[in-house]
């Protein structure tokens, strides 16, 4: 998903009543865009971004979601060619064939998201469902009559009956669900939570790791799977075709040393983890990467009908990685799982049992098993390869265009190489890594430009460009600075400076999601209390946090300094999607706002004492913003 889709942009003279009211609510209008289903449309855009598939069971028509068109697109895979386009109301973000085949499932992300469900051979619209915010990935039981689909930024899965056309459930994720997976016998839906939802601080010494989300189809109670101790950005998930294993794709960071070096996966190793459905846990984490070949950024995982091929889009190195289902549940792919407390991270020293095919095309996403075959959608190059796991070493990708051959402007190259490992020593890591769709992987990281031993959260780099210095404790004095020295001391690179200049464009392009707590892109009632008491003598969070920016750009003193803190004067950071980024504090040892406020007394005066209905009102506004 296009994470700047959602538009919001500061200015330094606005009306605060303006941005925050009529602002917001502008935004809304601007998001409410026609019914689809126009057939043939041209793209209103330059890219078509493609980023999921669905495939006919008879293997000749792939479905393709194109995000940046707002389009679904039909194409005939023995003539290579696109048949028919569908225009969305906003961006498709994935794709579901009922089991007849006969009806497509989109999910079209927006703050008011919608479930659009065309006729499969005509494209004629048949329902449009209202769902929650950024409804991604839908799954449809083998009965067809249910469909589960993610609501990535309300934390939840809705529900929906397919005959009626409505929604019957809202069920409970963890955080940022993001990808969904059905069992077989359709008892059981899994649901990849994108991130960690822990505390990250030195004090806090459990497990700091995603949930995959276990529902029940027939009771919509939910069970979970932990992954192991490092795990964020999941990405991809599904299961084998005997209903006893799932897949899951991960980064596994080794966020508690100090990152001096990056090759052998010292900073992160790109994995995928193998659930066994019935005991309920992680079997085990597989690495991707070679001994001097990191695998950076694994997206989707699917599986052949037949159950015996695996296939990861390996996004930021252009690749795909391809096992047989036999060998990645044997003993003998115990040689490829990461030991991040030992050196080297692989025991194995790099020996793998992963096939790599290079693609025709850049930033591979959404997968889609065509027969014996896989499809896979190339996001940067506007085209679709399609792929022969078994074909000779020598084998080309077949290639099927979308669209003109992408002319790429400053801001999408700079998202391009935002996203490209192979700007990195050995391929091991991207700036996503870090910052999946430039925000914040919830991980402490102890960087050497401060000294060591005090590890800071991760930042958002929304508006970084906008809110110097970068880092907690401002030792970069602009984000363009923060981003050459990213690439030379996290990346381990040389680049040309128009690289960077590139990557300021993409980070100056980025734009705030509206906060799911908004009403109609509106504050609601209570929300409206808290701005009250933010902006107010009594309370004067405004000092600090002045509107449009919501910071001062300056340091100050809020009483967090660890025992190996240089400073006790640390960087405001802006409060604009303060409800994607927890943790909070610059150490990440409050995991709710209102932990911050009660337990922290964040910039609250000692003699100064809030009601619960006060604090409930200000944590409502700072989590609308």
Avoid at 372 to 378: G, I, L, R
């Amino acid at each position: 998903m296009h994470a700047n889709r959602f538009v919001f942009r500061p200015g330094a003279r606005v009306c605060n009543k303006i941005t925050r009211a009529a602002g917001l609510g502008l935004i809304w209008a601007l998001l409410q865009t026609p019914a689809p289903g126009t057939i043939g449309a041209e793209p209103p855009g330059a890219y078509q971004g493609p980023c999921a598939l669905a495939a006919s069971k008879d293997g000749k028509t792939l479905f393709v979601a194109n995000a940046d068109a707002r389009q679904v697109a039909w194409i005939d895979l023995a003539s290579g060619s696109v048949t028919r386009r569908v225009s969305m109301p906003v961006e498709p973000t994935g794709l579901a064939l009922t089991p007849d085949g006969a009806k497509l499932i989109v999910a079209c992300a927006a703050p008011k998201s919608t479930v659009c469900v065309l006729n499969a051979s005509s494209g004629e619209l048949l329902a449009s469902i209202p769902v929650g915010h950024t409804a991604m990935s839908p799954v449809a039981t083998p009965d067809g009559k249910r469909i589960y689909v993610c609501n990535r930024f309300d934390n939840h899965v809705s529900a929906i009956d397919l005959a009626a056309a409505k929604e019957v459930a809202r069920i409970p994720a963890v955080r940022e669900p993001i990808a969904a997976a059905i069992t077989p016998d359709g008892r059981t839906v899994l649901v990849a939570n994108h991130l960690p939802n822990t505390r990250t601080d030195d004090d806090f010494r459990g497990e700091v790791s995603p949930i995959v989300t276990l529902i029940d189809t027939r009771t919509h109670e939910t069970a979970s799977i932990e992954l192991p101790h490092g795990a964020n950005s999941l990405r991809g998930i599904c299961v084998l075709p005997d209903g006893k294993h799932a897949l899951v794709t991960h980064l596994l960071s080794n966020f508690q040393k100090t990152p001096f070096r990056v090759d052998m996966g010292w900073i992160n190793v790109n994995v995928l983890s193998i659930l066994d459905l019935e005991q309920r846990r992680v079997v085990r984490t597989i690495g991707m990467d070679e001994q001097d070949s990191g695998a950076g950024n694994p997206w989707d995982v699917v599986c052949t009908a037949d159950g015996s091929m695996v296939c990861v889009s390996l996004s930021g190195i252009h690749q795909v990685a391809v096992i047989e289902r036999s060998v990645l549940l044997s003993d003998a792919a115990r040689s490829m799982a990461p030991m991040i407390v030992a050196w080297p991270i692989y025991p194995s020293l790099g020996a793998s049992l992963w096939r790599r095919i290079a693609l025709p095309g850049l930033g591979p996403r959404g997968l889609a098993a065509v027969g014996s075959k896989f499809a896979v959608a190339q996001y940067f190059s506007d085209s679709v390869a399609v792929i022969d796991p078994r074909a000779g070493e020598d084998a080309v990708p077949q290639t099927i265009a979308l669209g003109p051959t992408p002319q790429l402007t400053l801001e999408r190259r700079g998202e391009l190489l935002f996203h490209d490992a192979t700007i990195c020593y050995q391929h091991w890591l991207s700036c996503a890594s870090c910052h999946p769709d430039g925000r914040a992987d919830a991980l402490n990281w102890d960087l050497m430009n401060d000294g060591v031993g005090n590890a800071k959260n991760t930042k958002s780099l929304v508006w970084s460009h906008q809110t110097p210095p970068a880092m907690a404790e401002g030792v970069r004095m602009s984000a363009e600075e923060a981003v050459r020295s990213g690439i030379r001391h996290i990346l381990f690179s040389n680049r040309p400076e128009e690289e960077a200049l590139a990557i300021d464009a993409y980070l100056k392009s980025l734009r705030p999601v509206p906060s799911p707590r908004l009403v109609e892109g509106r504050l609601g009632p209570a929300a409206q209390r808290g701005q009250r008491l933010f902006e107010s003598p009594r309370v004067g969070c405004v000092r600090c946090h002045p509107a449009p920016l919501y910071t001062d750009l300056k340091p100050h003193n809020v009483h967090s300094r660890g025992p190996m803190e240089r400073t006790d004067r640390f960087d405001t950071p802006s409060l604009v999607e303060t409800w994607r980024t927890a943790p909070y504090l610059h150490d990440g040892r409050y995991t709710t706002v209102e932990e911050l406020l009660i337990e922290g007394r964040h910039g609250l005066r000692h003699d100064l004492r809030l009601s619960k209905e006060e604090i409930d009102d200000l944590v409502e506004f700072v989590l609308s913003l």
